[in-house]
């Protein structure tokens, strides 16, 4: 039965998550047929306890969640989705067939659900499922709809009530131990301790050098060519059959590791003193071992590899990545991009090969299809891999898509192409020279090389790196022609020292990986998870490095000591597999909630959990004695890290800060702030002594000569500044409360250099200027832009912070005389260029604007991140932050109500004059109609594509 056609079915009503979807899809049904978005999840836990009916009281108000009772969740509507709930069951009202159009997956079945309870439903429901939205996938789901999927249901609900305990009963924890508004959550703690743990390692890396000698050896026959090179470079491998100790050979605190008795390691002195011993050597070629080459396709992309791709490729970060592709799915460019499987449909594998064909040429072509095992446990393989959506792969260039949208399609179509391509061949070879010293040590170098006689799918596509160094499989390393026993001279030997690095600190693409590795988490909320961290202040991003904070380090170290268990890596997994049992019907929800809830045993049993919380015992324990006892929780040990002896890392309420120890007890320590964005590994005792070393503390400027108070010079969080010190007993709460004077000092001022007078004139401000002639006062005052005038509302800047204390009323008047400035009267010089931005193709620049630095393209503006440096920022950042930009769209004003029509009109109009008052106004109110609808309209779609892309995973981690 084709869906377009009217039928005696009538009226059917197909519901979606957004409206883009909702409008890609209306287009593919008839006119029997209204497509319409719920615009994300329409009910859930509620947020706060405001938001919980009154008839629940104690922990169910407070966690939403009734744990006594089978933890029967407490659902509410969200406020923001009363309007459209009302509308759809409007809609549903006026229709005969209800078909649940959401996500194939454990959240589109949940959203289905949800909808189904709170529309009640009194005509037939169908669930309809789809991995691609183009026209002959929707009408193949209208006319096979299924039954919803309970199982899938229960395991999403599971979760939920999973990550709300998780959630609101540790954080509170956080909140009294280390600071307010912290968050944790199953997977984020767990992921915001692997940047932790990682940086740990970095800390306590203690480097080594090495050296060994790089020889550049000419076989003597001329001419040569590309494919035949005369000469070839080697690098020393072993002296006297001692392999030569390379980076590999040492471990994290710079000695060699155990069993390297057969290791030579050379210093400076010792490799200059070879390459010495070698200038008169005959080398010779010992050995050539040459091995067939072959690489297969990569898998087509899952949720997860393709995050990683395009970051590597693109610069993209996840959240980035996830909603480009949602974008692209949503207009039926590719399929459903949030899945695990690498699977490919018959008619996807056959759009490939032709392609392939089409392309290429049959020679690149396999004689028989290619499939793919998922390597994800518990992968979900009635999901296919993300490819072009259809039967019929349209090329980047057929699509007509532009920017990150057609540069991602593009990724993703060729690594579908690829992936249906024949392998890639050639020879791999390695050769041995050697020689022996004027001392008579004998050396050997060995030099490989690769050779690709057949290109198959690297044709189409080459995999990235997380490694910067890494040789991509593309890659060519030519040897000449040689065989054993040809005599060969040394050209050049040089001696070459090298330093080993402390392990990479993670990148998005690599956190995905290492997350995905150890199973933990579901993949399709690991943009989510990454934003989450980064979002809190756990974590930021030093170009594409993801650096964890000093808070995050007082976070980690207090779930480790207290909460053990619930950042372990193993119970998180195991977690996981459980949640999947839950789902296959292999185990039930509550009686699993209550163990990890209580503790072993049905209902209240206690016992164990707390050896549990330290990661012992089973591995579900009782989370309820893990947080109702805090009394060993000591904040300041949980938030406090040795520098040296005497000095001291403190992670305090308002940052973190140095203190080293007063010699004199009871007497306060010395302090120090540390910049919000050093990393932690840069922390060395040098700096913490430079840092304590700076004017820090009460610099006494003198006394006030009018109220006699002490002035003193300080440096704060946000920058140096004076202020008086009020007398003892000065009232300091209550209505008679007295507030110091403050001030911040001028841009030309320090604390080395401020004096009693500098302090005098900044505490003077506002500085009454003088009266103008209405009687209106005018005034100069400092603000956060700089310096200004100021009379009633009207504002105007003065151009010197020393005009503050000169305008005279005179000057004032006249600049209140001149038109105001609307904008800048001039553009000021960029304080940095980037280059030219990959997408717009327009040069990139950083400019001072008035809430900071931003970059921006001359089309596109993006300010730059509390994290982000002038000096330090990087085009490639820069790239990415006007993608971003872009990506969120311009920011829509709310649109105006129409005016309401007065109730009467006048008696005394003419009939006439009413009848085209009458006409006007129907004319207005119809305008004004058209127009509020079609920015509601604009306003619900910039909602819904925010909400879409980002709320689906936003409630699957607490926080």
Do not use: C
Request: net charge neutral.
């Amino acid at each position: 039965m084709s869906p377009s056609s009217e039928t005696a079915h009538g009226q059917r009503l197909v519901i979606v998550e957004s409206p883009a979807k909702a409008k890609t899809i209306k287009g593919y049904l008839g006119p029997g047929y209204i497509v319409e978005a719920s615009v994300g999840h329409i009910r859930d836990l509620p947020s706060t306890a405001a938001e919980v009916p009154d008839k629940y009281t104690g922990e169910v108000r407070r966690l939403g969640v009734d744990v006594d009772h089978d933890f029967a969740p407490i659902y509410v509507v969200n406020a923001d989705k009363k309007s459209q709930v009302s509308k759809l069951k409007s809609l549903l009202a006026e229709s005969d067939e209800l078909f649940l159009a959401t996500d194939e997956d454990r959240e589109g079945e949940a959203i289905a659900w949800h909808l189904q309870q709170v529309l009640k439903p009194k005509v037939p429901v169908h669930r309809m499922v789809f991995h691609e939205i183009t026209k002959s996938a929707i009408q193949e789901a209208v006319a096979n709809p299924r039954e919803l999927n309970q199982r899938l249901v229960d395991a999403q609900e599971t979760r939920r009530i999973l990550d709300r305990l998780y959630g609101f009963e540790v954080s509170p924890v956080l909140w009294k131990k280390v600071m307010p508004k912290l968050s944790a959550g199953r997977v984020q703690s767990v992921a915001t301790r692997l940047v932790v743990e990682r940086e740990r390692e970095r800390m306590a890396f203690r480097t080594a050098s090495y050296w060994d000698l790089v020889g550049t050896f000419g076989t003597g026959r001329t001419p040569a060519d590309a494919a035949n090179p005369e000469t070839f470079g080697a690098r020393l491998s072993a002296v006297d059959g001692k392999r030569i100790a390379s980076g590999r050979d040492f471990g994290p605190d710079g000695q060699l590791k155990a069993g390297s008795a057969n290791t030579l390691h050379l210093d400076e002195q010792a490799a200059r003193a070879l390459a010495a011993a070698l200038e008169q050597t005959a080398f010779g070629v010992r050995s050539v071992e040459s091995k067939p080459y072959r690489r297969s396709p990569y898998a087509p992309f899952r949720t997860t590899t393709l995050q990683q791709e395009a970051s590597r490729k693109l610069g993209f970060g996840a959240k980035r990545t996830m909603q480009v592709a949602q974008k692209l799915y949503e207009n039926g460019f590719i399929t459903y991009m949030r899945t695990d499987s690498t699977t490919l449909s018959d008619t996807a594998i056959a759009a490939a090969r032709a392609q392939v064909t089409q392309l290429y040429g049959a020679d690149y072509l396999p004689d028989a299809p290619r499939t793919y095992a998922s390597k994800v446990k518990n992968a979900q393989e009635a999901h296919e891999a993300v490819r072009p959506s259809g039967d019929r792969f349209r090329t980047p260039a057929e699509t007509g898509l532009s920017g990150d949208d057609f540069r991602l399609y593009e990724l993703i179509w060729m690594r579908t192409v690829a992936s249906q391509m024949k392998d890639a061949v050639g020879q791999s070879v390695t050769v041995k020279v050697g020689g022996r010293a004027a001392d008579g040590r004998d050396a050997e170098f060995s030099a490989s090389g690769k050779i690709i006689t057949f290109h198959g799918f690297l044709k189409a596509y080459v995999e990235g790196a997380d490694d910067p160094n890494a040789e991509l499989d593309d890659r060519e390393r030519r040897l000449p022609q040689v065989a054993e026993g040809d005599p060969l001279a040394a050209e050049r030997l040089t001696p070459e020292g090298h330093a080993t690095k402390p392990p990479a600190r993670y990148t998005e693409a690599s956190l995905v990986k290492e997350l995905e590795d150890r199973e933990i988490g579901r993949p399709s909320t690991y943009a989510s998870i990454i934003d989450t961290i980064i979002g809190r202040r756990y974590v930021f991003k030093k170009g594409t490095a993801l650096v964890p904070s000093f808070l995050s380090f007082a976070v980690v170290n207090l779930l480790e000591k207290h909460f053990g268990r619930l950042v372990d890596y193993d119970f998180t997994a195991k977690m996981e597999d459980d949640l999947d049992r839950i789902a296959a019907g292999e185990a039930q929800s509550v009686p699993w909630l209550k163990r990890f809830y209580f503790g072993e045993g049905e209902g209240h049993a206690t016992g164990g959990a707390a050896e549990a919380g330290n990661g012992d015992g089973d591995h579900l324990g009782g989370l309820k004695e893990l947080v109702t006892d805090l009394g060993a929780i000591d904040a300041r040990e949980i938030s406090s890290f040795k520098v040296s002896d005497d000095i001291t890392l403190r992670v305090g309420r308002y940052g973190p800060y140095v203190e080293r120890a007063s010699a004199v007890e009871g007497e306060p320590g010395q302090r120090a702030d540390i910049p919000d964005d050093l990393p932690p590994d840069e922390l060395t005792v040098q700096l913490a002594e430079e840092l304590l070393a700076k004017p820090s503390g009460d610099f006494e400027l003198g006394r006030d000569p009018v109220t006699g108070n002490l002035l003193v010079a300080k440096d704060g969080r946000y920058g140096p500044y004076v202020t008086e010190i009020l007398p003892e007993g000065t009232p300091k709460t209550g209505k008679n409360a007295v507030k110091p004077r403050t001030a911040s000092l001028l841009k030309t001022m320090s604390l080395d250099t401020v004096t009693l007078e500098d302090a005098l004139k900044l505490l003077s401000l506002p500085r009454v200027v003088g009266v103008d002639p209405e009687g209106v006062e005018i005034t100069a005052q400092n603000g956060r832009y700089g310096p200004y005038l100021k009379r009633g509302s009207d504002s105007r800047s003065l151009t010197s912070e020393e005009q503050m204390f000169t305008v005279t009323l005179e000057e004032a008047l006249a600049i209140y005389a001149q038109p105001k400035q609307r904008g800048r009267a001039a553009a000021a010089p960029p304080l940095k260029e980037l280059g030219t931005d990959p997408v717009s193709e327009r040069p990139v620049v950083v400019k001072d604007g008035r809430f900071g630095p931003y970059v921006t393209d001359g089309e596109t503006n993006a300010t730059l991140r509390k994290d982000d440096d002038v000096e330090t920022i990087t085009p490639e950042r820069g790239y990415e932050l006007l993608a971003e930009k872009r990506a969120r769209g311009p920011v829509k004003k709310a649109a105006k109500k129409a005016p309401a029509k007065k109730a009467t009109a006048k008696k005394t109009a003419t009939k006439t004059a009413a009848t085209k008052t009458a006409a006007k106004k129907t004319a207005t109110a119809k305008t004004a109609a058209k127009k509020t609808t079609t920015a509601k309209t604009a306003t619900a779609k910039k909602t819904a594509a925010k909400k879409t892309a980002a709320g689906k995973t936003a409630t699957t981690d607490e926080g």
